[in-house]
C-alpha cells in the first residue's frame, strides 16, 4: 500500500512487529509455562492500541473529504481492517497466555504443537510485510487459505487436551481449553488480515469466501481478474454482495457485467424468474452469463450490466437540485412511470391466466408483523387510546380483515415480480425501456401484490418534506389510477379493497426497516387507518369501497 502516507506505513510495520513480540512471549509461555510471561506480554498492549489508533486517526483524515466507495477510500479502509485484525491476534495471544496461566505450574499436554502452530503462524504474518508493497491479494489469498491447516492443528491440539483429561485437574483442563480456544481465535483474525490485503486490492464486497466465485464467474468474459476492476454497486438487506465489473484500463464507468454472490436457493429461484421473464420478454430482465456453486449454501452469478436509473434513484437522486433540473426530473421520472405501465399491460396481458388467486396479505402481515413489533413496539400495545376512546388492538383488526378478506378473490392471475420495490425497476431514458431485476420471488398471482409494494417502496424513501416528497407522493397516486384503470378493463370489483389491505400489509411490515419515529409514525397509522375501514365495511358496502388515497398520499 505504497501510496498511503508514510505515518500510516511505519505504524503498520511497528505494529507487525509488535505481533511478533506476543508471538515470541506466547512460544516461551508453552515452552516453560512460567508465569513471567503474563505481566511481560500485558505490559506491551498499551502501545499496540496506541499504535491502532495513529493508523485509525489518520485513515479518518484521509477519508473525510473523500468520495466513499472510490479506489483510494477502499484502500485506507482495508489499512483500517489490517490494522484492526493485527492488534486482534495479538490480543488473542494475551487471551492465550492469561486463560493458560495457573498459580500452580502445570505441562499444557500438547504444548511441542502449540509451538509449532505459533510458528507457522508468524511465518504467515511475516508475509504481510511483503503484502503491505506488492502482491496484496497473492498474499492475502495465501493467508487466508494458510488457516485452513492451522485451523486443522487447533483441532488436533484440542483432542490431545482432551484425551489427557485423566491426568490433569478441572482447573488445568479448563485452562489449558480455554487457552487453545484463544489460538483458533488468533487464527480466524488471521483471515482477516488476508482478507484487508485483498480488499486492498479488489475492492470491498471480495472476501476470501467469494473469491474463487468471483475468479471463476470473470473467466466467461475472457478477461483474467487482474485486468478488472470490482466494485460495491449496491448493500442489501439480504447480505447479498453485488459488485459492478469494469476494466482496469478505463474509467470504471463502462460496466461489462454485475457480480451477484448469496445465498445458493435465492439465487437460484432468482436466475429462474429471469429465465422466465425472458422468456415472455427478451429484454425485460438482464441474461444470466454465469452461475457458480461452491457448496450447498453460497453460490454466485454474473449477470448483464442493463443501462439506466432505478426509479429510487430518479425520484430522489440530486433531490436538492435546481429549479429548472427539478423539472426536468419530473418529466422523466413520468416518461419512466409511463413506460412502466404501458410495460405492465403488455406483460400482464401476454401472462393472463384463468385461474383464481387470493394474495392474504393479512396472513402475510401475520408472518412479518414481529420484526416490526421488535423495531417499534410501542406501535403495537394491546390497547389502542385516542383522546379516551379505546380503539381495537392492531392484532384485532388483522383478524376481522382476514376473515372479510376471504370473499375478495379475483378471478385470474398474471406473472408479477413479487419484490417490486423501486430499487428493482430501472429505467433506460435512452431506449425509453424498463427492466426489472431481482425476480427471485416471481410468480402467478394477484397483480395487486406488486402494486401495493411499489406504492409503499415509494412512501417509505427518506425524503419528508419538499418537491421532491411531492413529486414521490404523485407518483404512487399515479401507479394507483393505471391499477384501477386495468382492474376497470378486467372487470376486477374488488380492487379497491385488495390494493387497502396490500397498502395496510406494506406499510406495517416496511415500519421494521424505518428508524426515523417520525416516517415509521406516518406509516403505521396509515396502516391502520386502512384496516380500521376495512373492518368496519359491511358486505352490502364492498362493491362501493373506494381507497382514500387522497388521505394516505397527500401531506
Not at 42 to 70: D, F, N, V
Not at 141 to 153: P, V, Y
Not at 203 to 229: A, E, I, P, W
Not at 375 to 395: L, N
Request: glycine letters at 4%; hydrophobic letters at 40%.
Amino acid at each position: 500500500m505504497p501510496s498511503h502516507p508514510l505515518v500510516i506505513q511505519e505504524n503498520l510495520y511497528f505494529l507487525l512487529n509488535e505481533v511478533e513480540k506476543h508471538y515470541f512471549l506466547v512460544d516461551q509461555f508453552f515452552k516453560t509455562q512460567s508465569l513471567d510471561v503474563l505481566p511481560r506480554i500485558y505490559a506491551r498492549r498499551g502501545y499496540m492500541q496506541t499504535l491502532r489508533e495513529k493508523i485509525e486517526i489518520k485513515c479518518s483524515e484521509l477519508t473525510k473529504r473523500r468520495k466513499p466507495g472510490t479506489a483510494y477510500a477502499i484502500r485506507v479502509e482495508a489499512v483500517r481492517s489490517l490494522a484492526a485484525a493485527l492488534e486482534g491476534v495479538a490480543q488473542h495471544y494475551l487471551d492465550c497466555v492469561q486463560e493458560g496461566t495457573l498459580e500452580d505450574h502445570y505441562e499444557h499436554p500438547a504444548a511441542l504443537t502449540c509451538s509449532k502452530l505459533l510458528r507457522r503462524m508468524d511465518r504467515s504474518l511475516n508475509l504481510v510485510k511483503v503484502g503491505l508493497d506488492k502482491s496484496q491479494r497473492r498474499i492475502g489469498i495465501k493467508l487466508g487459505r494458510s488457516t485452513q491447516g492451522l485451523l486443522a492443528m487447533y483441532d488436533e491440539i484440542q483432542n490431545v487436551t482432551l484425551a489427557a483429561k485423566d491426568r490433569l485437574t478441572d482447573t488445568q483442563l479448563k485452562s489449558a481449553i480455554l487457552s487453545n480456544y484463544a489460538l483458533k481465535c488468533a487464527i480466524q483474525q488471521l483471515a482477516v488480515v488476508g482478507e484487508s490485503l485483498i480488499k486492498a486490492d479488489l475492492g470491498q464486497v471480495v472476501s476470501l469466501q467469494n473469491y474463487d466465485h468471483l475468479r471463476d464467474s470473470v473467466s466467461s468474459l475472457n478477461y483474467s481478474l487482474n485486468d478488472l476492476k470490482v466494485r460495491r454497486l449496491a448493500l442489501t438487506r439480504s447480505g447479498s454482495a453485488i459488485a459492478a465489473i469494469s476494466h482496469k484500463d478505463e474509467s470504471g464507468k463502462d460496466i461489462l457485467a454485475v457480480y451477484k454472490e448469496g445465498d445458493h436457493n435465492k439465487l437460484a429461484e432468482e436466475v429462474e424468474g429471469m429465465k422466465h421473464w425472458r422468456n415472455v420478454d427478451p429484454q425485460l430482465a438482464p441474461d444470466v452469463l454465469a452461475h457458480t456453486t461452491s457448496n450447498g449454501r453460497s453460490s454466485s452469478l454474473l449477470i448483464e450490466h442493463l443501462p439506466g436509473k432505478t426509479l429510487e434513484a430518479l425520484l430522489i437522486d440530486h433531490y436538492k437540485d435546481s429549479d429548472k433540473a427539478f423539472e426536468e426530473r419530473k418529466e422523466t421520472v413520468n416518461t419512466a412511470l409511463s413506460v412502466l405501465f404501458k410495460t405492465l399491460n403488455r406483460i400482464w396481458k401476454a401472462t393472463y391466466t384463468p385461474e383464481h388467486c387470493q394474495a392474504r396479505f393479512m396472513q402475510q402481515l401475520a408472518k412479518r408483523i414481529d420484526d416490526s413489533i421488535r423495531v417499534h413496539p410501542d406501535f403495537f400495545t394491546p390497547e389502542h387510546r385516542i383522546c379516551g376512546q379505546v380503539r381495537p388492538s392492531f392484532t384485532a383488526l388483522m383478524r376481522e380483515v382476514e376473515e372479510k378478506e376471504v370473499h375478495w378473490r379475483v378471478n385470474f392471475s398474471v406473472l408479477i415480480h413479487g419484490d417490486f420495490n423501486v430499487d428493482n425497476v430501472i429505467y433506460d431514458s435512452v431506449e425509453k425501456r424498463i427492466y426489472f431485476i431481482d425476480l427471485h420471488r416471481s410468480a402467478y398471482f394477484d397483480y395487486v401484490q406488486d402494486l401495493s409494494v411499489l406504492m409503499v417502496s415509494i412512501y417509505r424513501l427518506q425524503v419528508l418534506s419538499g418537491s421532491t416528497r411531492e413529486l414521490m407522493m404523485q407518483s404512487a397516486m399515479q401507479i394507483y389510477h393505471f391499477g384501477r384503470r386495468f382492474a376497470k378493463r378486467q372487470n376486477d370489483d374488488y380492487f379497491e379493497l385488495r390494493l387497502a389491505a396490500g397498502l395496510a400489509r406494506s406499510f406495517a411490515t416496511s415500519t421494521r426497516f424505518i428508524f426515523d419515529k417520525k416516517l415509521a409514525s406516518r406509516m403505521h397509522l396509515r396502516a391502520r387507518y386502512l384496516l380500521e375501514h376495512l373492518a368496519q365495511i359491511t358486505t352490502e358496502q364492498e362493491l362501493n369501497f373506494k381507497l382514500p388515497i387522497k388521505e394516505l398520499y397527500v401531506e
